[in-house]
């Protein structure tokens, strides 16, 4: 498994500093690129500066959520005429909350906890579906 992620950035939007740290160190153990933002501000900042090949958001943050940053992906998406591939890694796991996740934009809700091995698998599966 280790090098899964080679070539691949990865852009980790979590408000939680450990949570936050624990993705960046599990996504650089397999190889992938990793820019971290706290807020949804932070994301589109550096979404703008480097595109990345797969998001991997949480949805419950303060003042802005991960639907705010996914509607503004998914505009800027439009304006370059392709799909950054996002993945909603949420605390909120009803069938409802993967109902409106995926209807927001988000190609996958993945409940936390989450399981690394399959967080990995899901990355590398979705950067090479939307190369």
Known sequence: ME???KGIHILVVEDD???REL???LLQMQGGAVTTAASVPEALS???VSPPHVIVADIGMPDYNGYTLIGR???RDREKGSIVPAIALTAYTTAIDRDTVLSAGFQVHMPKP???ARLISVIADLASKYK
Request: no cysteine.
């Open 3 to 5: 090098g899964t992620l």
């Open 17 to 19: 500093p450990d949570t």
């Open 23 to 25: 993705l960046k160190v």
């Open 46 to 48: 550096a979404y703008d």
């Open 73 to 75: 992906v998914r505009a």
């Open 114 to 116: 989450f399981e690394p």
